[in-house]
Protein backbone atom coordinates (compact mmCIF):
# COMPACT_ATOMS: atom_id res chain seq x y z
CA UNK A 1 0.00 0.00 0.00
CA UNK A 2 1.32 3.50 -0.60
CA UNK A 3 -0.90 5.27 2.00
CA UNK A 4 -0.90 3.04 4.72
CA UNK A 5 -2.89 4.42 7.83
CA UNK A 6 -2.13 3.85 11.57
CA UNK A 7 -5.62 2.39 11.92
CA UNK A 8 -8.31 0.26 9.69
CA UNK A 9 -10.79 2.84 10.91
CA UNK A 10 -8.96 5.69 9.56
CA UNK A 11 -9.08 3.89 6.42
CA UNK A 12 -12.67 3.05 6.15
CA UNK A 13 -13.16 6.62 6.73
CA UNK A 14 -10.69 7.55 4.06
CA UNK A 15 -11.98 5.02 2.00
CA UNK A 16 -15.35 6.36 2.12
CA UNK A 17 -14.62 9.94 2.38
CA UNK A 18 -12.83 9.24 -1.33
CA UNK A 19 -15.87 7.29 -2.85
CA UNK A 20 -18.28 9.96 -1.54
CA UNK A 21 -16.40 13.22 -2.66
CA UNK A 22 -17.15 12.79 -6.65
CA UNK A 23 -21.26 12.29 -5.52
CA UNK A 24 -20.92 15.47 -3.57
CA UNK A 25 -19.11 17.34 -6.21
CA UNK A 26 -21.85 15.90 -8.47
CA UNK A 27 -24.80 16.82 -6.23
CA UNK A 28 -22.93 20.36 -5.61
CA UNK A 29 -23.06 20.74 -9.34
CA UNK A 30 -26.59 19.92 -10.02
CA UNK A 31 -28.07 22.30 -6.91
CA UNK A 32 -25.95 25.13 -8.38
CA UNK A 33 -27.44 24.75 -11.92
CA UNK A 34 -30.95 23.63 -10.76
CA UNK A 35 -30.33 26.99 -8.66
CA UNK A 36 -29.29 29.31 -11.51
CA UNK A 37 -31.99 28.10 -13.79
CA UNK A 38 -34.72 28.73 -10.84
CA UNK A 39 -33.18 32.16 -10.86
CA UNK A 40 -33.01 32.87 -14.36
CA UNK A 41 -36.10 31.18 -14.92
CA UNK A 42 -37.85 33.61 -12.06
CA UNK A 43 -36.54 36.35 -13.77
CA UNK A 44 -37.62 36.04 -17.04
CA UNK A 45 -40.98 34.90 -15.71
CA UNK A 46 -41.41 38.42 -14.06
CA UNK A 47 -40.20 40.52 -16.83
CA UNK A 48 -42.52 38.49 -19.12
CA UNK A 49 -46.04 38.76 -16.83
CA UNK A 50 -44.75 42.92 -16.18
CA UNK A 51 -44.18 43.30 -20.08
CA UNK A 52 -47.39 41.67 -20.80
CA UNK A 53 -49.11 43.41 -18.27
CA UNK A 54 -48.01 46.86 -19.30
CA UNK A 55 -48.32 45.80 -22.85
CA UNK A 56 -51.83 45.38 -22.46
CA UNK A 57 -52.74 47.87 -20.28
CA UNK A 58 -51.24 50.35 -23.22
CA UNK A 59 -53.58 48.51 -25.17
CA UNK A 60 -56.83 49.49 -23.52
CA UNK A 61 -55.64 52.71 -22.74
CA UNK A 62 -55.09 53.62 -26.32
CA UNK A 63 -58.81 51.90 -27.04
CA UNK A 64 -60.31 54.19 -24.61
CA UNK A 65 -58.10 57.22 -25.70
CA UNK A 66 -59.51 56.77 -29.50
CA UNK A 67 -62.63 56.16 -28.21
CA UNK A 68 -63.21 59.31 -26.06
CA UNK A 69 -61.04 61.86 -27.83
CA UNK A 70 -62.95 60.68 -31.13
CA UNK A 71 -66.39 61.33 -29.14
CA UNK A 72 -65.07 64.60 -28.02
CA UNK A 73 -65.13 66.20 -31.70
CA UNK A 74 -68.54 65.11 -32.08
CA UNK A 75 -70.18 66.21 -28.33
CA UNK A 76 -67.39 68.70 -27.00
CA UNK A 77 -68.32 67.00 -23.84
CA UNK A 78 -65.76 68.26 -21.33
CA UNK A 79 -66.02 65.08 -19.35
CA UNK A 80 -65.07 62.94 -22.24
CA UNK A 81 -61.51 65.23 -22.42
CA UNK A 82 -61.50 64.37 -18.94
CA UNK A 83 -61.63 60.57 -19.68
CA UNK A 84 -58.88 60.99 -22.34
CA UNK A 85 -56.35 63.27 -20.07
CA UNK A 86 -57.38 59.86 -17.37
CA UNK A 87 -56.39 57.01 -20.05
CA UNK A 88 -53.59 59.09 -21.50
CA UNK A 89 -52.30 58.89 -17.68
CA UNK A 90 -52.58 55.44 -17.51
CA UNK A 91 -51.05 54.70 -20.81
CA UNK A 92 -47.80 56.65 -19.46
CA UNK A 93 -47.72 54.67 -16.35
CA UNK A 94 -48.28 51.07 -18.60
CA UNK A 95 -45.44 52.73 -21.05
CA UNK A 96 -42.90 53.42 -17.95
CA UNK A 97 -43.57 50.04 -17.06
CA UNK A 98 -43.09 48.44 -20.05
CA UNK A 99 -39.70 50.51 -21.07
CA UNK A 100 -38.74 49.27 -17.27
CA UNK A 101 -39.10 45.80 -18.08
CA UNK A 102 -35.80 46.05 -20.70
CA UNK A 103 -37.85 45.28 -24.23
CA UNK A 104 -36.14 44.63 -27.33
CA UNK A 105 -34.73 47.49 -29.82
CA UNK A 106 -37.53 47.12 -31.88
CA UNK A 107 -40.19 47.24 -29.36
CA UNK A 108 -38.42 50.55 -28.11
CA UNK A 109 -38.95 51.60 -31.77
CA UNK A 110 -42.43 50.63 -31.70
CA UNK A 111 -43.30 52.00 -27.96
CA UNK A 112 -41.32 55.75 -29.13
CA UNK A 113 -43.32 55.51 -32.67
CA UNK A 114 -46.59 55.21 -29.79
CA UNK A 115 -45.89 58.29 -28.05
CA UNK A 116 -45.36 60.43 -31.02
CA UNK A 117 -48.71 59.20 -32.39
CA UNK A 118 -50.64 59.84 -29.26
CA UNK A 119 -48.66 63.10 -29.15
CA UNK A 120 -50.13 64.27 -32.17
CA UNK A 121 -53.26 63.00 -31.64
CA UNK A 122 -53.51 64.87 -28.09
CA UNK A 123 -52.40 67.87 -30.17
CA UNK A 124 -54.74 67.77 -32.88
CA UNK A 125 -57.74 67.07 -30.74
CA UNK A 126 -58.92 70.99 -30.00
CA UNK A 127 -58.55 71.80 -33.62
CA UNK A 128 -60.35 69.17 -34.44
CA UNK A 129 -63.24 69.92 -32.45
CA UNK A 130 -63.76 73.23 -33.81
CA UNK A 131 -62.76 73.18 -37.77
CA UNK A 132 -64.55 69.21 -37.71
CA UNK A 133 -61.38 67.87 -39.50
CA UNK A 134 -61.31 63.94 -38.21
CA UNK A 135 -58.98 62.23 -40.63
CA UNK A 136 -55.35 63.23 -39.73
CA UNK A 137 -57.24 62.59 -35.36
CA UNK A 138 -58.11 59.13 -36.91
CA UNK A 139 -55.26 58.13 -38.97
CA UNK A 140 -52.84 59.32 -35.69
CA UNK A 141 -55.39 56.91 -33.28
CA UNK A 142 -55.19 54.23 -35.95
CA UNK A 143 -51.37 54.19 -35.85
CA UNK A 144 -51.22 54.47 -32.30
CA UNK A 145 -53.30 51.37 -32.19
CA UNK A 146 -51.33 49.08 -34.45
CA UNK A 147 -48.01 50.06 -32.76
CA UNK A 148 -49.98 48.71 -29.31
CA UNK A 149 -51.08 45.48 -30.72
CA UNK A 150 -47.82 45.41 -32.67
CA UNK A 151 -45.87 45.82 -28.92
CA UNK A 152 -48.81 43.40 -27.41
CA UNK A 153 -47.80 40.50 -30.12
CA UNK A 154 -44.44 41.22 -29.49
CA UNK A 155 -44.46 40.26 -26.01
CA UNK A 156 -46.86 36.99 -26.44
CA UNK A 157 -43.89 35.83 -29.27
CA UNK A 158 -41.45 37.28 -26.62
CA UNK A 159 -42.89 34.62 -23.69
CA UNK A 160 -43.27 31.79 -26.02
CA UNK A 161 -39.40 32.38 -27.08
CA UNK A 162 -38.18 32.51 -23.48
CA UNK A 163 -40.24 29.30 -22.57
CA UNK A 164 -38.74 27.74 -25.48
CA UNK A 165 -35.64 28.77 -24.05
CA UNK A 166 -35.80 27.80 -20.52
CA UNK A 167 -37.42 24.35 -21.74
CA UNK A 168 -33.96 24.47 -23.84
CA UNK A 169 -31.97 25.19 -20.53
CA UNK A 170 -33.78 22.32 -18.87
CA UNK A 171 -33.06 19.55 -21.17
CA UNK A 172 -29.73 20.89 -21.17
CA UNK A 173 -29.03 20.76 -17.29
CA UNK A 174 -30.82 17.06 -17.61
CA UNK A 175 -28.36 16.41 -20.08
CA UNK A 176 -25.42 17.25 -17.75
CA UNK A 177 -26.51 15.42 -14.86
CA UNK A 178 -27.20 12.36 -16.14
CA UNK A 179 -23.40 12.60 -17.98
CA UNK A 180 -22.47 13.96 -14.72
CA UNK A 181 -23.66 10.76 -13.04
CA UNK A 182 -22.51 8.26 -15.34
CA UNK A 183 -18.89 9.17 -15.19
CA UNK A 184 -18.79 9.85 -11.86
CA UNK A 185 -20.80 6.35 -10.17
CA UNK A 186 -18.84 4.23 -11.60
CA UNK A 187 -15.63 5.74 -10.73
CA UNK A 188 -16.70 6.04 -6.81
CA UNK A 189 -18.01 2.14 -7.70
CA UNK A 190 -14.51 1.23 -8.62
CA UNK A 191 -13.32 3.84 -5.58
CA UNK A 192 -14.91 1.44 -3.17
CA UNK A 193 -14.23 -1.94 -4.49
CA UNK A 194 -10.56 -0.97 -4.33
CA UNK A 195 -10.65 0.24 -0.98
CA UNK A 196 -13.20 -3.22 0.20
CA UNK A 197 -10.12 -5.00 -1.15
CA UNK A 198 -7.44 -3.52 0.77
CA UNK A 199 -9.93 -3.30 4.27
CA UNK A 200 -10.91 -7.37 3.96
CA UNK A 201 -7.84 -9.00 2.32
CA UNK A 202 -5.52 -8.30 6.05
CA UNK A 203 -8.93 -9.05 7.77
CA UNK A 204 -9.39 -12.15 5.49
CA UNK A 205 -5.77 -12.83 6.29
CA UNK A 206 -5.76 -12.72 9.90
CA UNK A 207 -8.78 -15.47 9.59
CA UNK A 208 -6.32 -17.62 7.36
CA UNK A 209 -3.52 -17.41 9.66
CA UNK A 210 -5.72 -17.66 13.09
CA UNK A 211 -7.56 -21.15 10.84
CA UNK A 212 -4.20 -22.36 10.55
CA UNK A 213 -2.83 -22.00 14.14
CA UNK A 214 -6.01 -23.36 14.95
CA UNK A 215 -5.63 -26.48 12.47
CA UNK A 216 -2.16 -27.05 13.99
CA UNK A 217 0.00 -25.18 11.04
CA UNK A 218 3.34 -23.95 12.37
CA UNK A 219 5.37 -24.15 9.87
CA UNK A 220 3.97 -21.71 7.45
CA UNK A 221 5.00 -17.84 8.18
CA UNK A 222 2.44 -15.28 8.92
CA UNK A 223 2.58 -12.35 7.37
CA UNK A 224 -0.11 -9.82 7.09
CA UNK A 225 0.28 -6.02 5.23
CA UNK A 226 -1.65 -3.42 5.67
CA UNK A 227 -2.81 -0.76 8.02
CA UNK A 228 -0.64 -0.33 11.31
CA UNK A 229 -2.75 -2.37 13.72
CA UNK A 230 -3.82 -5.33 11.30
CA UNK A 231 -0.10 -5.42 10.92
CA UNK A 232 0.92 -5.17 14.36
CA UNK A 233 -1.67 -7.59 15.42
CA UNK A 234 -0.09 -10.31 12.33
CA UNK A 235 3.07 -9.63 14.24
CA UNK A 236 1.59 -10.97 17.25
CA UNK A 237 0.26 -14.16 15.51
CA UNK A 238 3.85 -14.40 14.02
CA UNK A 239 5.24 -14.49 17.48
CA UNK A 240 2.40 -16.70 18.49
CA UNK A 241 3.02 -19.07 15.93
CA UNK A 242 6.88 -19.19 16.69
CA UNK A 243 6.30 -19.51 20.27
CA UNK A 244 3.52 -22.41 19.87
CA UNK A 245 6.59 -24.02 17.38
CA UNK A 246 9.37 -23.87 19.95
CA UNK A 247 6.81 -25.19 22.47
CA UNK A 248 5.80 -28.24 20.15
CA UNK A 249 9.28 -29.04 19.68
CA UNK A 250 9.94 -28.71 23.54
CA UNK A 251 7.03 -31.24 24.00
CA UNK A 252 8.52 -34.02 21.14
CA UNK A 253 11.92 -33.52 22.62
CA UNK A 254 11.13 -33.91 26.45
CA UNK A 255 8.78 -36.68 24.93
CA UNK A 256 11.20 -38.55 22.93
CA UNK A 257 13.69 -38.22 26.08
CA UNK A 258 10.98 -39.63 28.45
CA UNK A 259 10.53 -42.25 26.09
CA UNK A 260 13.98 -43.17 25.93
CA UNK A 261 14.59 -42.70 29.49
CA UNK A 262 11.47 -45.15 30.00
CA UNK A 263 12.89 -47.70 27.72
CA UNK A 264 15.89 -47.87 28.67
CA UNK A 265 15.07 -49.21 32.36
CA UNK A 266 12.37 -51.57 31.12
CA UNK A 267 14.18 -53.08 28.41
CA UNK A 268 16.97 -54.09 31.19
CA UNK A 269 13.53 -55.21 33.47
CA UNK A 270 11.76 -57.65 30.33
CA UNK A 271 15.78 -58.85 29.70
CA UNK A 272 16.71 -60.14 33.22
CA UNK A 273 13.31 -61.87 33.17
CA UNK A 274 14.10 -63.56 30.06
CA UNK A 275 17.34 -64.49 31.69
CA UNK A 276 15.87 -65.69 34.89
CA UNK A 277 13.14 -67.77 32.70
CA UNK A 278 15.70 -69.29 30.74
CA UNK A 279 18.48 -69.62 33.08
CA UNK A 280 17.23 -69.94 36.02
CA UNK A 281 13.74 -71.38 35.09
CA UNK A 282 14.95 -74.71 36.23
CA UNK A 283 15.30 -73.84 39.43
CA UNK A 284 12.27 -71.70 40.25
CA UNK A 285 9.45 -72.83 41.95
CA UNK A 286 6.44 -72.54 40.02
CA UNK A 287 5.03 -69.80 42.07
CA UNK A 288 8.42 -68.05 41.36
CA UNK A 289 8.38 -68.75 37.58
CA UNK A 290 4.62 -67.12 37.85
CA UNK A 291 6.11 -64.01 39.13
CA UNK A 292 8.59 -63.99 36.55
CA UNK A 293 6.32 -64.19 33.65
CA UNK A 294 4.22 -61.69 35.34
CA UNK A 295 7.03 -59.01 35.24
CA UNK A 296 8.28 -59.85 31.69
CA UNK A 297 4.32 -59.66 30.27
CA UNK A 298 4.03 -56.28 32.14
CA UNK A 299 7.31 -54.80 31.67
CA UNK A 300 6.23 -55.31 27.70
CA UNK A 301 3.19 -53.69 28.66
CA UNK A 302 4.20 -51.23 29.32
CA UNK A 303 6.88 -50.40 26.66
CA UNK A 304 4.52 -50.58 24.45
CA UNK A 305 1.58 -48.41 26.28
CA UNK A 306 4.79 -45.70 25.93
CA UNK A 307 5.37 -45.71 22.69
CA UNK A 308 1.43 -45.48 22.33
CA UNK A 309 1.97 -42.50 24.30
CA UNK A 310 4.28 -40.96 22.29
CA UNK A 311 2.15 -41.62 19.17
CA UNK A 312 -0.30 -40.34 20.47
CA UNK A 313 1.14 -37.40 21.42
CA UNK A 314 2.96 -36.83 17.42
CA UNK A 315 -0.98 -37.22 16.42
CA UNK A 316 -1.87 -34.46 18.26
CA UNK A 317 1.02 -32.43 16.84
CA UNK A 318 0.82 -30.25 13.54
CA UNK A 319 0.53 -31.95 10.34
CA UNK A 320 4.03 -31.13 8.43
CA UNK A 321 2.80 -30.18 5.28
CA UNK A 322 6.18 -30.90 3.11
CA UNK A 323 5.21 -34.71 4.30
CA UNK A 324 1.99 -34.86 2.75
CA UNK A 325 1.56 -36.15 -0.66
CA UNK A 326 -1.14 -37.88 -2.90
CA UNK A 327 -0.91 -41.71 -2.64
CA UNK A 328 -3.03 -45.02 -3.21
CA UNK A 329 -5.09 -45.96 0.22
CA UNK A 330 -5.67 -48.82 -1.78
CA UNK A 331 -2.33 -50.33 -1.69
CA UNK A 332 -1.75 -49.26 1.93
CA UNK A 333 -4.85 -51.61 3.04
CA UNK A 334 -3.57 -53.88 0.57
CA UNK A 335 0.41 -54.47 2.09
CA UNK A 336 -1.72 -54.37 5.67
CA UNK A 337 -3.37 -57.38 4.65
CA UNK A 338 -0.64 -59.23 3.63
CA UNK A 339 1.24 -58.76 6.42
CA UNK A 340 -1.93 -60.12 8.59
CA UNK A 341 -1.68 -62.84 6.90
CA UNK A 342 -0.05 -65.33 9.61
CA UNK A 343 -2.90 -63.94 12.19
CA UNK A 344 -5.76 -64.74 9.91
CA UNK A 345 -4.05 -68.47 9.49
CA UNK A 346 -3.48 -68.98 12.93
CA UNK A 347 -6.67 -67.87 13.97
CA UNK A 348 -8.94 -69.43 11.21
CA UNK A 349 -10.37 -66.00 10.17
CA UNK A 350 -11.94 -65.72 6.82
CA UNK A 351 -11.60 -62.41 4.85
CA UNK A 352 -13.78 -60.94 2.12
CA UNK A 353 -12.44 -57.80 0.61
CA UNK A 354 -13.75 -55.53 -2.48
CA UNK A 355 -11.23 -52.67 -2.91
CA UNK A 356 -11.71 -49.61 -5.27
CA UNK A 357 -8.64 -47.92 -6.60
CA UNK A 358 -8.56 -44.88 -4.64
CA UNK A 359 -6.03 -42.19 -4.33
CA UNK A 360 -6.31 -39.72 -1.34
CA UNK A 361 -3.73 -37.29 -0.04
CA UNK A 362 -1.74 -37.73 3.51
CA UNK A 363 1.06 -39.14 5.09
CA UNK A 364 2.01 -43.05 4.22
CA UNK A 365 2.48 -43.81 8.05
CA UNK A 366 0.01 -42.10 9.51
CA UNK A 367 -2.77 -43.93 7.13
CA UNK A 368 -1.41 -46.93 7.27
CA UNK A 369 -1.63 -46.70 11.53
CA UNK A 370 -5.03 -45.83 10.77
CA UNK A 371 -5.69 -48.87 8.78
CA UNK A 372 -3.42 -51.13 11.11
CA UNK A 373 -5.36 -49.74 14.21
CA UNK A 374 -8.82 -50.93 12.52
CA UNK A 375 -7.83 -54.44 10.85
CA UNK A 376 -6.23 -55.38 14.16
CA UNK A 377 -9.56 -54.59 16.67
CA UNK A 378 -11.23 -56.68 14.02
CA UNK A 379 -8.55 -59.70 13.95
CA UNK A 380 -8.29 -59.34 18.03
CA UNK A 381 -11.69 -59.81 18.83
CA UNK A 382 -13.13 -62.34 16.38
CA UNK A 383 -13.74 -65.89 17.35
CA UNK A 384 -12.40 -68.51 15.08
CA UNK A 385 -14.04 -68.85 12.06
CA UNK A 386 -15.55 -65.87 11.95
CA UNK A 387 -15.24 -63.32 8.67
CA UNK A 388 -13.64 -60.13 8.68
CA UNK A 389 -15.04 -58.05 5.97
CA UNK A 390 -12.63 -54.73 4.20
CA UNK A 391 -14.91 -52.95 1.66
CA UNK A 392 -13.17 -49.65 -0.08
CA UNK A 393 -14.83 -47.37 -1.86
CA UNK A 394 -15.88 -43.88 -3.08
CA UNK A 395 -19.20 -42.31 -1.89
CA UNK A 396 -20.16 -38.67 -1.90
CA UNK A 397 -16.50 -37.24 -3.20
CA UNK A 398 -14.69 -39.43 0.10
CA UNK A 399 -13.08 -42.70 0.32
CA UNK A 400 -14.52 -44.53 2.81
CA UNK A 401 -13.51 -47.81 4.41
CA UNK A 402 -15.49 -49.97 6.08
CA UNK A 403 -13.83 -52.86 8.41
CA UNK A 404 -16.72 -54.78 9.99
CA UNK A 405 -16.30 -58.17 12.26
CA UNK A 406 -18.11 -60.99 13.74
CA UNK A 407 -17.02 -60.32 17.28
CA UNK A 408 -18.56 -59.28 20.50
CA UNK A 409 -19.17 -55.56 19.27
CA UNK A 410 -19.04 -52.82 21.35
CA UNK A 411 -21.74 -52.20 24.08
CA UNK A 412 -24.12 -49.01 22.86
CA UNK A 413 -22.95 -47.77 26.27
CA UNK A 414 -19.42 -47.45 24.96
CA UNK A 415 -19.67 -46.23 21.39
CA UNK A 416 -17.90 -42.52 22.13
CA UNK A 417 -16.09 -43.98 24.49
CA UNK A 418 -13.78 -46.04 22.40
CA UNK A 419 -12.18 -43.17 21.14
CA UNK A 420 -11.24 -41.52 25.04
CA UNK A 421 -7.79 -41.72 25.56
CA UNK A 422 -6.98 -45.02 27.75
CA UNK A 423 -10.23 -46.09 27.37
CA UNK A 424 -10.51 -50.09 26.99
CA UNK A 425 -14.11 -51.39 26.48
CA UNK A 426 -15.48 -54.60 28.63
CA UNK A 427 -14.71 -56.85 25.49
CA UNK A 428 -10.76 -56.54 26.55
CA UNK A 429 -11.47 -58.74 29.19
CA UNK A 430 -13.03 -61.80 27.52
CA UNK A 431 -9.75 -63.34 27.23
CA UNK A 432 -8.29 -61.09 24.01
CA UNK A 433 -4.81 -59.35 24.10
CA UNK A 434 -5.50 -56.25 26.42
CA UNK A 435 -4.66 -52.89 24.38
CA UNK A 436 -3.58 -49.79 25.26
CA UNK A 437 -6.30 -47.77 25.23
CA UNK A 438 -4.93 -45.48 22.33
CA UNK A 439 -5.74 -46.91 18.87
CA UNK A 440 -8.90 -45.94 18.35
CA UNK A 441 -7.63 -42.26 20.02
CA UNK A 442 -5.01 -42.07 17.84
CA UNK A 443 -6.61 -43.12 14.37
CA UNK A 444 -9.11 -40.26 15.24
CA UNK A 445 -7.03 -37.62 15.59
CA UNK A 446 -4.78 -38.64 12.19
CA UNK A 447 -8.38 -38.56 10.15
CA UNK A 448 -9.85 -35.71 11.42
CA UNK A 449 -6.34 -33.93 10.51
CA UNK A 450 -7.12 -34.81 7.05
CA UNK A 451 -10.66 -33.63 7.86
CA UNK A 452 -11.97 -37.18 7.44
CA UNK A 453 -14.25 -39.13 9.66
CA UNK A 454 -14.33 -41.85 12.03
CA UNK A 455 -17.62 -43.82 13.11
CA UNK A 456 -19.15 -46.34 14.39
CA UNK A 457 -21.71 -47.75 12.12
CA UNK A 458 -24.82 -49.57 13.59
CA UNK A 459 -24.40 -53.47 12.72
CA UNK A 460 -27.75 -55.62 12.72
CA UNK A 461 -25.20 -58.67 13.17
CA UNK A 462 -22.94 -59.16 15.79
CA UNK A 463 -19.77 -57.85 15.70
CA UNK A 464 -18.27 -54.00 15.14
CA UNK A 465 -18.82 -52.12 12.09
CA UNK A 466 -15.79 -48.96 11.36
CA UNK A 467 -16.62 -46.23 8.96
CA UNK A 468 -13.23 -44.32 8.05
CA UNK A 469 -14.17 -41.49 5.53
CA UNK A 470 -11.38 -39.44 3.88
CA UNK A 471 -11.49 -36.69 1.27
CA UNK A 472 -10.00 -37.82 -1.97
CA UNK A 473 -7.02 -36.49 -3.49
CA UNK A 474 -8.00 -33.50 -5.97
CA UNK A 475 -10.94 -35.22 -7.99
CA UNK A 476 -14.39 -35.45 -7.81
CA UNK A 477 -16.54 -38.75 -6.75
CA UNK A 478 -17.48 -39.23 -9.86
CA UNK A 479 -13.79 -39.25 -11.77
CA UNK A 480 -12.63 -41.56 -8.78
CA UNK A 481 -15.83 -44.13 -9.63
CA UNK A 482 -14.86 -43.91 -13.46
CA UNK A 483 -11.21 -44.82 -12.40
CA UNK A 484 -12.34 -48.07 -10.52
CA UNK A 485 -15.06 -49.43 -13.22
CA UNK A 486 -12.17 -48.96 -15.78
CA UNK A 487 -9.58 -50.86 -13.49
CA UNK A 488 -11.37 -53.08 -11.89
CA UNK A 489 -11.93 -54.14 -8.65
CA UNK A 490 -8.06 -54.90 -6.76
CA UNK A 491 -8.91 -57.32 -4.57
CA UNK A 492 -6.99 -59.54 -1.58
CA UNK A 493 -7.18 -61.98 -1.62
CA UNK A 494 -11.01 -62.51 -2.74
CA UNK A 495 -14.64 -62.35 -1.83
CA UNK A 496 -15.53 -65.09 0.52
CA UNK A 497 -11.55 -66.73 0.66
CA UNK A 498 -10.52 -67.82 3.65
CA UNK A 499 -6.89 -67.57 5.03
Known amino acids: ?283 LSAEQQEIVQIVGDNSLRLQRLIEDLLRFSLAEGPVGAGMVQELSLTHVVEDLLLSYKPSLRSNALHLETRLEEVRIRGHADRLRTICDNLLSNAVKFSPQNATIRVDLQVQDEDAVLDVQDEGPGVDPDEREKIFDILYRGEASDSGKIEGSGLGLAIAREYVLSYGGSLELQDKKTPGAWFRLRLPLAGQDASHAHHSADTDGMRQHPGPSSSV
Not at 267 to 279: H, K, W, Y
Open 1 to 283: MVLRPSSISKLVVFGFGLAIVPLVLVIVSVTLSIAHFAEQGQVSILRAVAMSDAANRMNNAVRSMERYGLQYTVLQDQALLVLYDQSFSEYQKASTQFAAAGPSPVDQERLHHLAENLSRARQLLPLVSLEGNRSALAGDFSRASGEAQSLQSDVNEGISTEVGKLGTRALAIKRLTIFEVLLVLPLSVAVAIVFIILITRPVRRLDQAVSGLGAGDLETPITVKGPRDIASLGDRLEWLRNRLNALEAAKLHFLRQLSHELKTPLTAIREGSELLQDDLGQN
